[in-house]
């Protein structure tokens, strides 16, 4: 059984920096491309970036671009995402998820999914 738990949310002021964590279970980590979104209330989830099972690969959504950034560390199974000039419109539950085979924005290719963390940004 695969578990994702996601940590770091909370309540941020407009313009500063948030760091998110995201811990899986198990030993295969190292194979799994992983993935954030988030979801705010009455929207639909959107993609918020993806990283590639070693590392050396990201992708980003337009809305996070040049403010996001995500890492991974394979012997502590974390992947992290930084957000700097956060804004009132990041607000939303993020989420981590995980697959095997692709590293996009495609929501429904991640088999895997954390039960999210609260990001709110306050203007």
């Known amino acids: 059984q695969v578990q994702l738990v996601e940590t770091g949310g909370g309540l941020v002021q407009a313009g500063g920096s948030l760091r998110l964590a995201c811990v899986v279970s198990?030993?295969?980590?190292?194979?799994?491309?992983m993935g954030w979104f988030r979801q705010a209330p009455g929207k639909e989830r959107e993609f918020v970036g993806a990283i590639d099972w070693s590392g050396s690969t990201t992708r980003y959504g337009d809305s996070v671009k040049g403010r996001a950034a995500i890492s991974r560390d394979n012997a502590r199974n974390t992947v992290s995402l930084q957000m700097n000039s956060l804004k009132s419109e990041d607000t939303a539950v993020y989420y981590c998820?995980?697959?095997?085979?692709?590293?996009?924005?495609?929501?429904?290719?991640?088999?895997?999914w954390g039960q999210g963390t609260q990001v709110t940004v306050s203007s």
């Open positions: 198990g030993s295969s980590f190292s194979t799994y491309n």
């Open positions: 998820a995980a697959n095997t085979y692709y590293i996009g924005s495609d929501s429904l290719r991640y088999n895997y």
